[in-house]
């Protein structure tokens, strides 16, 4: 009975042994044929033709938003500076004066933090249309050239993903070419 255990254990440890080796060399011979390559979104988006054009209306966006700031900010330094007056010559209209710089005060942070959102939100939805171009870009060149998986590179103000990679992994201008074909 001992002995059958010994033998039952026994061929079951080689009969594992053999079904290791031979899922194992199908993957091996899987892996083979399993190609990877690295894109960069951002530099896609950067430097396509409409990614470039989107950036540059977002940012004059934000630029047009800055401009407005640096206005309210100006006349702030202005009352404040009329404040300072009024308080060392005693002025009766102090309250009054300090009463306008703070709700003035208010409502430029309130459009600061207003604009913030604003730009956040635009940036946002930039991102998300441009990755599902981006994607359909990535695809193309992937089956053109027969990759299983394209991996997003990432970079130092995203999430940085792939830490190493051989020369020639990288699509990223290839699917810059192709985002430019499809999206003039």
Do not use: W
């Amino acid at each position: 009975m001992q002995l059958l255990r010994s033998t039952t254990s026994i061929i079951g440890i080689m009969f594992s042994a053999c079904l290791l080796l031979y899922t194992g060399a199908s993957s091996l011979a899987i892996a083979k044929d399993f190609k990877i390559a690295i894109v960069d979104p951002q530099s896609v988006i950067e430097k396509s033709k409409a990614g470039s054009r989107a950036l540059a209306t977002l940012k004059e966006h934000a630029q047009a938003r800055e401009n407005v700031l640096k206005a309210d900010q100006k006349e702030l330094e202005d009352l404040q500076s009329e404040l300072k007056k009024s308080e060392a010559s005693k002025d009766k209209g102090f309250q009054q004066k300090q009463e306008i710089f703070t709700r003035k005060f208010q409502e430029f942070q309130k459009r600061g933090q207003e604009y913030q959102r604003e730009l956040g939100t635009k940036q946002k939805e930039l991102v998300q249309e441009y990755m599902k171009k981006i994607e359909t870009a990535t695809g193309a060149v992937a089956k053109r050239h027969g990759f299983a998986m394209v991996i997003d590179k990432g970079s130092e103000t995203t999430l940085k993903i792939v830490l190493y990679s051989q020369r020639g992994l990288d699509i990223t201008n290839e699917v810059v070419k192709e985002f430019d074909k499809r999206y003039k």
